[in-house]
């Protein structure tokens, strides 16, 4: 690994840690030596890079720090074609055509070298996903969640049994053929999924929900583990 490219790579180790990381963690995690990291953290706080550390503890990069845009390397640039791929072709209508930008984007900025990583990408996403068909918009719910405003939804369950409930959506997740919208349900006073295919209608209200989508994400999370062991990804 070319020294420019390791320094980049520290950098992008400290800023997606959310804890200190000793000079061996780094060392290990970029295939070089201690010796290594120590003269590289050195010539970083020397371009001014905002890294602190302490012996026997580690470092950390502070708050507020960036990377000029699109400083990508060669798999990172592959991990988001991917992406890209996967929610052009499983998305909804909005996000299909921003996944398609995104690639175009990252064609046009990258450096010539890494152009052929995005346009003949050695990694594709499988084809010939087919959605059941959904009578609401995605992107209102998606921008429901944004804006942490509560849903009002006519739904049927897999027995056929319509009911009306307000819902305070926070996630959407995606199974084989279906959208699901994860939501805390009113009238149940609990966590609900629904099947976006099994909506009637879904009204996004003014109203909004006396929760932070995020905070309601990570209760989903714990839920999950405490009910059914899934592990956190």
């Excluded at 290594?36 to 970083?44: G, T």
Aim: a positive charge.
């Amino acid at each position: 690994m070319r020294r420019a490219d390791r320094l980049f790579q520290i950098v992008q180790l400290l800023r997606r840690s959310g804890k200190p990381l000793t000079a061996n963690r780094i060392a290990t995690e970029l295939e070089t030596s201690k010796r290594s990291v120590y003269r590289d953290i050195a010539a970083l706080m020397a371009q001014r890079v905002p890294i602190r550390g302490e012996a026997g503890i580690g470092y950390v990069l502070d708050s507020g720090f960036d990377m000029p845009p699109l400083m990508l390397t060669s798999d990172e640039i592959e991990a988001a074609v991917l992406g890209a791929q996967w929610v052009a072709g499983r998305g909804d209508p909005a996000l299909a055509r921003a996944a398609r930008d995104l690639i175009a984007k990252i064609a046009a900025t990258v450096p010539e070298r890494l152009r052929p990583v995005v346009l003949e990408p050695a990694v594709a996403s499988v084809g010939g996903w087919n959605v059941l068909p959904e009578a609401i918009d995605m992107a209102d719910i998606r921008g429901a969640i944004h804006s942490a405003r509560k849903v009002a939804l006519h739904y049927r369950d897999e027995r056929e049994v319509e009911t009306r409930r307000t819902v305070w959506p926070f996630q959407v997740a995606y199974r084989e053929t279906t959208r699901i919208v994860v939501a805390w349900c009113e009238t149940r006073d609990d966590f609900r999924m629904f099947r976006a295919d099994r909506v009637l209608t879904a009204e996004v209200l003014e109203d909004r929900y006396p929760a932070r989508p995020a905070a309601l994400r990570a209760r989903w999370r714990a839920y999950l583990r405490e009910q059914y062991g899934v592990p956190d990804h």
